[in-house]
């Protein structure tokens, strides 16, 4: 039987450090709202069966021509970004998925061979996982000056989709915010409640589209990505 796959898609902040008056996942990248970018895309993988966008109620900028095909449903987003996911996963209760990816709107430069790569490694190895890269730059800690230079050799930069057991994620997710936890992705959840994270080593252009300064650098990406079908 073939194995049931969702992904969801927290869409709903509002990027206050894009400074851009509109949020950042409606901004437009060669033509188009980030967020279409994004769904777009995911909209490639034949392997998932649903597809569930977090928008904030409030939102006047979401059009339901942005959802690519019928295996996507829109839900209310959250107050944070676990708020929302969490709610999406609820939105999944009566099709229970057995697996679940997280992949957030702000990011429209994953590479689909990326996704494929963590979904093949999680299933195989029975377990959950993230894409991610190694740090390359050094790392110092401080505040105005530099108090230690940290060794980076174990150090990975965490990116999205993060792909867990449709349970296990809500269970934790309800589990973190229940205490009060900030929880700022997923893997972090499913970290506290020992369970194991894969880190699946990912291709570093998939940025979090997240100050002014993305953007050119994001529509760039996007033009190689078309010319060689990433
Ligand atoms: O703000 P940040 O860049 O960390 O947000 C990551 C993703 O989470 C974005 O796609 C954003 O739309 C989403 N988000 C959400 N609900 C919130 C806050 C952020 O779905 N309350």
Request: some cysteine; overall charge negative; glycine content about 6%.
């Amino acid at each position: 039987m073939k194995t049931k796959i969702a992904i969801v898609v927290p869409a709903a902040g509002v990027g206050s450090r894009m400074q851009a008056g509109i949020p950042k996942q409606y901004i437009e990248l060669c033509g188009k709202p980030v967020l279409r970018h994004t769904l777009d895309k995911l909209a490639q993988l034949l392997v998932v069966d649903k597809f569930i966008v977090a928008v904030s109620a409030s939102d006047e900028y979401f059009q339901e021509s942005y959802l690519p095909d019928a295996r996507f449903v829109r839900c209310d987003g959250g107050k944070e970004r676990a708020d929302s996911v969490l709610n999406a996963l609820q939105v999944l209760q009566d099709f229970s998925p057995e697996w679940v990816l997280v992949h957030d709107a702000a990011r429209p430069l994953v590479a689909l061979t990326d996704i494929e790569k963590l979904i093949r490694e999680c299933i195989e190895n029975g377990e959950g996982g993230i894409l991610a890269s190694q740090v390359k730059d050094t790392i110092k800690r401080g505040d105005t000056y530099a108090e230690e230079t940290v060794p980076r050799s174990a150090l990975w930069q965490a990116y999205t989709p993060q792909m867990f057991r449709y349970q296990e994620l809500k269970s934790a997710l309800q589990t973190a915010l229940q205490n009060g936890v900030t929880i700022t992705d997923e893997a972090s959840a499913m970290e506290l409640q020992g369970h194991p994270v894969r880190l699946v080593a990912a291709r570093s252009d998939n940025i979090k589209i997240t100050t002014p300064e993305d953007l050119p650098l994001a529509e760039f990406i996007i033009q190689q990505q078309e010319k060689s079908h990433v």
